[in-house]
């Protein structure tokens, strides 16, 4: 299922971004309304989930300018527990509001539910193994096999390799990765690097081949691994 997440804390995007794919979902983000705008057009995600108070183009005009054109579901996040926005926000045709803070978990359930219960019935549930390469990753049960057999990763471990899984070919910023696995509260490169050099070592994967997580220098980390055709 995908779903696109639109906030201009950049910090609780990548959280609740994160959050989200561990529970399966396909997460597409945007910083600003304008360009969840752009995103909703060009990907056609099944959920989209809005913070209210961003620039050029608020949570609601989203709303709105979705609504004129499509039933995609759409859960409005707000830090104001207003019941006049709230009201505001039902009349431009949100299918829920969620006042911050909120838990990660709550918003998965409410995610599913307006999925259940709206034009998007029937809708796949979240992918909840991913193959990337030779390797599968079960979000559910943070277990990785290779051929059938269990490679044994620490929770730490599981959470780089999924992150960079989620994001292979790309490059992943070295705090976003640390932030990830460590929380705001510990975690630093050095340990970042230590871990890299674990997985590598587990997963048997040569440096330097086609399939392997790649440093970019002053930058982050890279997953090269090719995903079955």
Known sequence: ???????DDTDLL?????????????VMVATDGRAGIERWSRDEPDVVVSDVIMPFVNGLELCHQIRESS???????????????IIQGFQMGADDYIVKPFSPRQLAMRIRAVCRRGASAGMPEPILQLQVGEFLLDVESHEVAFEGEQVQLTPIEFKLLHILAVNRGRVVNASRLVDYA???????????KTHISHI?????????????IRSVPRVGYRLTMSVPA
């Open 182 to 192: 460590w929380g705001y509260n510990g975690g630093d490169v050095f340990l970042l």
């Open 1 to 7: 299922m995908k779903v696109l997440l639109i906030d």
């Open 200 to 212: 590598r070592k587990k997963l048997n994967l040569p440096r330097g081949g086609v399939e392997d």
């Open 14 to 26: 990548d959280v609740t971004a994160y959050a989200l794919r561990r529970e399966g979902f396909n």
């Open 71 to 85: 039933s995609t579901p759409v859960i409005l996040l707000t830090a104001a527990n207003s019941e006049e926005q």
